[in-house]
C-alpha cells in the first residue's frame, strides 16, 4: 500500500511569500496519478493540480505542480489571503484505491 | 454548471444505518463516476468506494466492505450511499465527488453531508 507523507503539517507564511509544499508518497506513483487539493474550513476540497502538474480550470497561474516517482510539490508562487487553507495530495493505486496525504495547513503569520 | 447537491445533516444512534443522497445536474449524469468519501472531524480525507452511474458493479475500499451499499436513481440523477452499522467513529462529513472517465481525480464535489453518531 502507498502512503502519501506532506510536510510540514504546518506553515506560517505572510501574503506576498513564495511556498513550497511537498508530498512524498512510500513507492514510486505514475504522475498520472497525483493530484493537489485545497480545503478551505467548512467547504469540500477544490481540485487545483492533477496528473501532478496540470492546473484545474480555473486554477490560478500562480499555483503549479511538479515532481516524479516519490517526491512531488505544489507551489504557490505569490501568496494571496484566499491562499491560506489545508492543501491535501491524493494519488491512486489499484490496489487501495484512491488516498491522500495528511495533509499541509498553511496559516497567516 | 455542474453541481452535486447531497441531502441534509444526519444524527443516528450507533448500529443504526444512514442513507445519503447525492443529486447531480448540470453534466450527463451516465459519463461520469461518482465516489464517495469521507472526513472525520479535523481529520483528512477518506476514500470509500466508486459508483459507476452508467452501470457496473461499484468498487468498495477494503475497510467498508459489507457495511457500504452504493445506488443510482438514474431518472432523478442521483447517487446514492448506504452505510450500516454505524458507530462513533463513522461521525464525519461524507462527500460525494465526481471523476471524468478514469482520469483518477476528483474535479467536483458535493458541498458534505454532517453524519452524527451518537447514543
Known amino acids: 500500500e502507498i502512503v502519501l507523507t506532506q510536510s510540514p503539517g504546518t506553515l506560517s507564511l505572510s501574503p506576498g511569500e513564495r511556498v513550497t509544499l511537498s508530498c512524498r508518497a512510500s513507492?514510486?506513483?505514475?504522475?498520472?496519478?497525483l493530484a493537489w487539493y485545497q480545503q478551505k474550513p467548512g467547504q469540500a476540497p477544490r481540485l487545483l493540480i492533477y496528473?501532478?502538474?496540470s492546473r484545474a480550470t480555473g486554477i490560478p497561474d500562480r499555483f503549479s505542480g511538479s515532481g516524479s516517482g516519490t517526491d512531488f510539490t505544489l507551489t504557490i508562487s505569490r501568496l494571496e489571503p484566499e491562499d491560506f487553507a489545508v492543501y491535501y495530495c491524493?494519488?491512486?493505486?489499484?490496489?487501495?484505491?484512491?488516498?491522500f496525504g495528511q495533509g499541509t495547513k498553511l496559516e497567516i503569520k | 454548471q455542474v453541481q452535486l447537491v447531497q441531502s441534509g445533516a444526519e444524527v443516528k444512534k450507533p448500529g443504526a444505518s444512514v442513507k445519503i443522497s447525492c443529486k447531480a445536474s448540470?453534466?450527463?449524469?451516465?459519463?461520469?463516476?461518482m465516489h464517495w468519501l469521507r472526513q472525520a472531524p479535523g481529520q483528512g480525507l477518506e476514500w470509500m468506494g466508486i459508483?459507476?452511474?452508467?452501470?457496473?458493479?461499484?468498487r468498495y475500499a477494503q475497510k467498508f466492505q459489507g457495511r457500504v451499499t452504493m445506488t443510482r436513481d438514474t431518472s432523478t440523477s442521483t447517487v446514492y450511499m448506504e452505510l450500516g452499522g454505524l458507530r462513533s467513529e463513522d461521525t464525519a462529513v461524507y462527500y460525494c465527488?465526481?471523476?471524468?472517465?478514469?482520469?483518477?481525480?476528483?474535479?467536483?464535489w458535493g458541498q458534505g453531508t454532517l453524519v452524527t453518531v451518537s447514543s
Open positions: 465527488a465526481r471523476e471524468r472517465d478514469s482520469t483518477l481525480y476528483f474535479d467536483y
Open positions: 513507492q514510486s506513483v505514475s504522475s498520472s496519478f
Open positions: 459508483f459507476y452511474p452508467s452501470g457496473g458493479s461499484p
Open positions: 448540470g453534466y450527463t449524469f451516465t459519463a461520469y463516476y
Open positions: 491524493q494519488q491512486y493505486g489499484s490496489s487501495q484505491g484512491y488516498t
Open positions: 496528473a501532478a502538474s
